[in-house]
């Protein structure tokens, strides 16, 4: 009896321990046949795309410097700031919008550039024609690398790839399971201009050069060439150079410009290393740019002059430093549930067909937590910090991506990095931080030149040479997405997130609050007293969305959007705060206080909704994919059920007329919108609706859905979907925007018992939980700096040598106690 029962809780055991691990692979029995099939890895610097081809593999490469173009061009439309008091005029005094949006059009910059495809690698074996068995691919995102294996004539073929951030370096293992039965060969290629050579060490060499301009995908006007490589000026286009070896115990290696050809060989190890002459938004990139052929031999050298389990173990030792970190399993409630055995693609369409599947939503969790890490990485040793991750990450196909892959910051770029903080990566967030130093350097030139004003400024597109202005090719743009101005003073509230979550005061002191402080200056010469005395932004948009007037027509530009107005007053806030822990600019903190109290408030609709405009204009689309409206609910934190309750109904009551609808990045915004809501079900909802399987790479702007690789779907791809989906996730569980921990504030009732470890939240604490019957179990909080805790839960609890009060209220049990730093405080239901 004792060994039947010991055999059933070892049986069960070993289930929840495979149901674990394939919970952490993306597996295929099938190879990819395109990009949105294929699988990524990246180290913030290399990026590759995995095929898992049979007679011949593609990897697919970037490399994250690599973009077109070089530093912002100044001076581009000098006439601009000339046009300010005209179009003020024709808000505040006509109230004319069609004029005010021609006359927006005239105070417009250049586009952006691009981010660019790096080149291809294939590998073509020779498997004399013969059928491949037993096929298999995936990324484990355990430990980030991809394999594929299959089995031809008896022998078994594996490949298995990873990019090594400590060494910056991407290597590819082939290897045999019969002594010399590896013949293929590697060759390489470019979409861009290149030229192939060797060298003396039998290394295959890829050098090239991005172009000077590369027109977005969606401005083609005639008689322009949309990608333009002539640079006379040497300040147009990084040069590139990738460098591939292979090495071989027993194999015959032979290496000319048509490829590397390996006969015979047992094991076969290709390294791979890429360097652009970026150096820096403000330099040159090919007179003055880094020695790009230097650093692409040097990564290498490196490289080979360490054994491959040298080079294996420090990268995984690396990832799994920030991949350990956080642990999250719901329990599934279906007995032996079939669909864990399943492909991930089956078992996506399997789950897209109402399946339940919590295991499936613990992989894109932690899948948006691979690709945080994969895609935006600060400095190590020897390897410099990476830009941050762009629209698409750092994978791209295309000469002239999707919205060029740039830097959009009306939303999706800070989308990005919502889950950095929270999921416990913090150091990913570094490159946006740094990048954001980089942008408000530009943004001083663009609010001076553009505007006549103090202070940076920032729109809705940048590169990673810090364009700031509007774009639009000075006067081709839709003001109703190029002018928009408070890209910069959103992009501030990354700068006062990372110091609440991590309370670093040199970091708030020394680089946060003085481009805070800059950006603040900006918006205190925007606002202009309106005709109710409040002040306002004019002129002002809400992104990407447009009102109907009084007699029909579509407008665009009008005054005080709702978005403008709580972004400023969040910065007004974040600052205010700021300068309360830091102890100093009380002058300038007593004047943002008095602005802040003159800032035109929220005001709620006829339907019982907030307004996006400050009138109750009616939207032209009422489902539109922006709601740009609600930032004061998320990711702001204006709006709230115990500080401001009607405004809290008011966003609820917008997001029921917005509908569900919407792209991928959309539906992830919800997500978070309905957690801070305390709706786990609603935010559960279109955590399914994310999760809807796709392969409609083209597709309308309410599509949505994931790839079969499981990247997100706008459609075609955007990364913000993901970040958006793994964030989402983790306010449901945890919220700390209101200076107190809400422990599961928005779970939903599917989610009836599960475990999480590693959750941040402000003020400077790590905490675990388990919930069992969908209400908090026991939990652990780590002091990680010694602040004060205020706790707030479903249930009554106590805190181990902790004396506390539960003080009942509306919304749970408040308990607020001192904490030492280091110190682990458990916390067990009553």
Same mark, same amino acid.
């Given at each position: 009896m004792k060994k039947t029962l010991l055999f059933s809780v070892f049986c069960c055991l070993v289930s929840q321990v495979f149901a674990q691990k394939q919970n952490l692979k993306l597996w295929y029995n099938k190879p990819a046949t395109q990009w949105v099939e294929a699988l990524p890895v990246g180290?913030?610097?290399?990026? !590759?795309?995995?095929?898992?081809?049979?007679?011949?593999?593609?990897?697919?490469? %970037?490399?994250? @410097?690599?973009?077109?173009?070089? =530093?912002?061009?100044?001076?581009?439309?000098?006439?601009? =700031?000339?046009?300010? =008091?005209?179009?003020? +005029? !024709?808000?505040?005094?006509e109230e004319d919008y069609q004029k005010a949006n021609q006359l927006a059009k005239k105070m417009q910059g250049l586009f952006t550039e691009s981010y660019m495809p790096m080149g291809d690698v294939k590998i073509v074996h020779d498997l004399q024609g013969a059928k491949p068995t037993a096929y298999y691919r995936d990324l484990n995102i355990d430990n980030a690398i991809a394999s594929t294996r299959f089995t031809v004539n008896g022998v078994e073929y594996k490949r298995e790839v990873f990019t090594s951030a400590p060494d910056n370096i991407l290597i590819v293992k082939i290897s045999a399971s019969q002594p010399k039965k590896l013949n293929f060969v590697v060759s390489a290629s470019s979409q861009l201009k290149y030229s192939l050579s060797t060298s003396a060490t039998r290394e295959l060499i890829v050098s090239g050069k991005a172009p000077s301009h590369v027109n977005p995908n969606y401005y083609n006007p005639k008689g322009q060439q949309p990608i333009i490589y002539d640079d006379p000026a040497g300040c147009g286009g990084p040069r590139f150079q990738f460098r591939i070896k292979a090495v071989s115990k027993d194999g015959q290696i032979a290496t000319d410009t048509a490829g590397i050809q390996v006969k015979n060989a047992t094991e076969v190890t290709i390294y791979l290393s890429a360097a652009s002459s970026f150096n820096g938004f403000d330099k040159c990139p090919d007179k003055d740019g880094k020695d790009e052929k230097a650093l692409a031999q040097n990564y290498l050298n490196k490289a080979l002059a360490k054994p491959y389990a040298t080079l294996l173990s420090a990268h995984t030792a690396d990832y799994q430093t920030y991949f350990n970190r956080l642990v999250l399993n719901v329990k599934d409630t279906t007995i032996n549930n079939p669909n864990i055995k399943l492909p991930a693609d089956e078992r996506l369409m399997s789950y897209s067909k109402g399946t339940y599947d919590p295991g499936l939503e613990m992989l894109y969790f932690q899948f948006g937590r691979y690709l945080l890490i994969s895609s935006s990485r600060p400095a190590q040793k020897g390897v410099p910090a990476g830009p941050p991750a762009n629209l698409q990450g750092i994978w791209n196909k295309e000469m002239r991506p999707p919205w060029s892959s740039n830097y959009t910051i009306n939303i999706n770029t800070e989308m990005n990095y919502w889950p950095a903080e929270v999921a416990n990566l913090s150091e990913m967030h570094v490159p946006l931080l740094d990048w954001i130093k980089d942008l408000s350097e530009t943004g001083k030139v663009t609010a001076k030149e553009f505007y006549g004003a103090r202070g940076w400024v920032a729109h809705h597109n940048a590169d990673i040479w810090g364009m700031s202005n509007p774009v639009g090719n000075v006067g081709d743009g839709d003001p109703v997405w190029a002018n928009w101005y408070m890209g910069g003073n959103w992009l501030c509230q990354h700068l006062w997130e990372h110091y609440r979550f991590t309370g670093d005061k040199t970091f708030l002191r020394e680089k946060a609050y003085p481009i805070m402080k800059e950006a603040a200056l900006f918006s205190l010469d925007w606002l202009v007293e309106g005709k109710n005395g409040y002040l306002v932004t004019a002129p002002? @948009?809400? =992104? +990407? %969305?447009?009102?109907?007037?009084? %007699?029909? +027509? +579509? !407008? !665009?530009v009008s005054i005080g959007t709702t978005m403008d107005m709580s972004i400023i007053y969040d910065l007004f806030s974040n600052l205010i705060d700021a300068g309360k822990d830091l102890g100093d600019d009380a002058e300038f903190t007593k004047l943002l206080t008095e602005k802040r109290a003159k800032l035109l408030p929220l005001q709620i609709g006829s339907k019982g909704q907030l307004q996006e405009w400050y009138k109750d204009f009616p939207e032209t689309d009422p489902q539109h994919r922006h709601v740009s409206h609600l930032f004061g609910l998320h990711p702001g934190r204006q709006i709230s059920p115990t500080l401001t309750p009607k405004f809290f109904e008011a966003a609820k009551k917008t997001l029921e007329i917005r509908g569900d609808v919407g792209t991928g990045w959309s539906k992830g915004w919800k997500i978070n919108f309905w957690a801070r809501l305390l709706d786990g079900d609603h935010a559960y909802k279109l955590i399914r609706q994310l999760m809807q399987y796709t392969n409609n790479v083209e597709g309308s702007v309410l599509g949505g859905g994931t790839y079969p690789n499981f990247f997100d779907a706008h459609p075609p791809f955007q990364i913000d979907g993901n970040f958006a989906g793994t964030a989402g996730m983790s306010e449901m569980l945890i919220q700390s925007h209101l200076d107190e921990i809400s422990l599961l504030p928005a779970l939903p009732s599917v989610w009836k018992e599960g475990h999480v470890k590693g959750l941040r939240a402000r003020g400077g604490f790590e905490v675990g939980m388990d919930w069992k019957n969908n209400k908090l179990a026991k939990s652990s909080i780590k002091s990680i700096n010694g602040a004060k805790c205020v706790l707030r839960t479903s249930v009554p609890v106590t805190i181990q040598g902790v004396v506390t009060k539960n003080e009942k209220t509306a919304l749970g049990y408040v308990n607020a106690f001192a904490t030492e730093k280091g110190k682990v405080y458990q916390v067990t239901a009553k």
């Amino acid at each position: 009896m004792k060994k039947t029962l010991l055999f059933s809780v070892f049986c069960c055991l070993v289930s929840q321990v495979f149901a674990q691990k394939q919970n952490l692979k993306l597996w295929y029995n099938k190879p990819a046949t395109q990009w949105v099939e294929a699988l990524p890895v990246g180290n913030g610097r290399i990026g !590759a795309m995995v095929f898992g081809g049979v007679e011949q593999e593609l990897l697919q490469l %970037n490399e994250s @410097t690599l973009w077109s173009g070089g =530093p912002v061009k100044t001076k581009v439309n000098p006439e601009s =700031p000339s046009y300010l =008091p005209q179009l003020r +005029e !024709a808000l505040l005094k006509e109230e004319d919008y069609q004029k005010a949006n021609q006359l927006a059009k005239k105070m417009q910059g250049l586009f952006t550039e691009s981010y660019m495809p790096m080149g291809d690698v294939k590998i073509v074996h020779d498997l004399q024609g013969a059928k491949p068995t037993a096929y298999y691919r995936d990324l484990n995102i355990d430990n980030a690398i991809a394999s594929t294996r299959f089995t031809v004539n008896g022998v078994e073929y594996k490949r298995e790839v990873f990019t090594s951030a400590p060494d910056n370096i991407l290597i590819v293992k082939i290897s045999a399971s019969q002594p010399k039965k590896l013949n293929f060969v590697v060759s390489a290629s470019s979409q861009l201009k290149y030229s192939l050579s060797t060298s003396a060490t039998r290394e295959l060499i890829v050098s090239g050069k991005a172009p000077s301009h590369v027109n977005p995908n969606y401005y083609n006007p005639k008689g322009q060439q949309p990608i333009i490589y002539d640079d006379p000026a040497g300040c147009g286009g990084p040069r590139f150079q990738f460098r591939i070896k292979a090495v071989s115990k027993d194999g015959q290696i032979a290496t000319d410009t048509a490829g590397i050809q390996v006969k015979n060989a047992t094991e076969v190890t290709i390294y791979l290393s890429a360097a652009s002459s970026f150096n820096g938004f403000d330099k040159c990139p090919d007179k003055d740019g880094k020695d790009e052929k230097a650093l692409a031999q040097n990564y290498l050298n490196k490289a080979l002059a360490k054994p491959y389990a040298t080079l294996l173990s420090a990268h995984t030792a690396d990832y799994q430093t920030y991949f350990n970190r956080l642990v999250l399993n719901v329990k599934d409630t279906t007995i032996n549930n079939p669909n864990i055995k399943l492909p991930a693609d089956e078992r996506l369409m399997s789950y897209s067909k109402g399946t339940y599947d919590p295991g499936l939503e613990m992989l894109y969790f932690q899948f948006g937590r691979y690709l945080l890490i994969s895609s935006s990485r600060p400095a190590q040793k020897g390897v410099p910090a990476g830009p941050p991750a762009n629209l698409q990450g750092i994978w791209n196909k295309e000469m002239r991506p999707p919205w060029s892959s740039n830097y959009t910051i009306n939303i999706n770029t800070e989308m990005n990095y919502w889950p950095a903080e929270v999921a416990n990566l913090s150091e990913m967030h570094v490159p946006l931080l740094d990048w954001i130093k980089d942008l408000s350097e530009t943004g001083k030139v663009t609010a001076k030149e553009f505007y006549g004003a103090r202070g940076w400024v920032a729109h809705h597109n940048a590169d990673i040479w810090g364009m700031s202005n509007p774009v639009g090719n000075v006067g081709d743009g839709d003001p109703v997405w190029a002018n928009w101005y408070m890209g910069g003073n959103w992009l501030c509230q990354h700068l006062w997130e990372h110091y609440r979550f991590t309370g670093d005061k040199t970091f708030l002191r020394e680089k946060a609050y003085p481009i805070m402080k800059e950006a603040a200056l900006f918006s205190l010469d925007w606002l202009v007293e309106g005709k109710n005395g409040y002040l306002v932004t004019a002129p002002s @948009t809400s =992104p +990407e %969305n447009k009102f109907k007037q009084e %007699n029909g +027509e +579509e !407008a !665009a530009v009008s005054i005080g959007t709702t978005m403008d107005m709580s972004i400023i007053y969040d910065l007004f806030s974040n600052l205010i705060d700021a300068g309360k822990d830091l102890g100093d600019d009380a002058e300038f903190t007593k004047l943002l206080t008095e602005k802040r109290a003159k800032l035109l408030p929220l005001q709620i609709g006829s339907k019982g909704q907030l307004q996006e405009w400050y009138k109750d204009f009616p939207e032209t689309d009422p489902q539109h994919r922006h709601v740009s409206h609600l930032f004061g609910l998320h990711p702001g934190r204006q709006i709230s059920p115990t500080l401001t309750p009607k405004f809290f109904e008011a966003a609820k009551k917008t997001l029921e007329i917005r509908g569900d609808v919407g792209t991928g990045w959309s539906k992830g915004w919800k997500i978070n919108f309905w957690a801070r809501l305390l709706d786990g079900d609603h935010a559960y909802k279109l955590i399914r609706q994310l999760m809807q399987y796709t392969n409609n790479v083209e597709g309308s702007v309410l599509g949505g859905g994931t790839y079969p690789n499981f990247f997100d779907a706008h459609p075609p791809f955007q990364i913000d979907g993901n970040f958006a989906g793994t964030a989402g996730m983790s306010e449901m569980l945890i919220q700390s925007h209101l200076d107190e921990i809400s422990l599961l504030p928005a779970l939903p009732s599917v989610w009836k018992e599960g475990h999480v470890k590693g959750l941040r939240a402000r003020g400077g604490f790590e905490v675990g939980m388990d919930w069992k019957n969908n209400k908090l179990a026991k939990s652990s909080i780590k002091s990680i700096n010694g602040a004060k805790c205020v706790l707030r839960t479903s249930v009554p609890v106590t805190i181990q040598g902790v004396v506390t009060k539960n003080e009942k209220t509306a919304l749970g049990y408040v308990n607020a106690f001192a904490t030492e730093k280091g110190k682990v405080y458990q916390v067990t239901a009553k």
